[in-house]
């Protein structure tokens, strides 16, 4: 499963309900991206959070 490298975002599972109570599962996904960053001297392709990318640039 795909999960930020930064702030650790994976989905998430839950349920919708209806106006009448249903409960059906779904499931929640984060705005992961591939980027390709330097770690510990290597060049990797990472999972990372637009909410992350968006916090490095500042």
Request: include cysteine.
């Amino acid at each position: 499963m795909a999960k930020c490298v930064i702030t650790g975002k994976h989905k998430s599972l839950g349920q919708t309900r209806s106006h009448a109570l249903n409960a059906t599962k779904r499931s929640w996904k984060p705005n992961l991206q591939r980027r390709r960053m330097v770690i510990d001297g290597k060049l990797q392709t990472v999972y990372i959070s637009v909410k992350a990318l968006k916090a490095m640039a500042k």
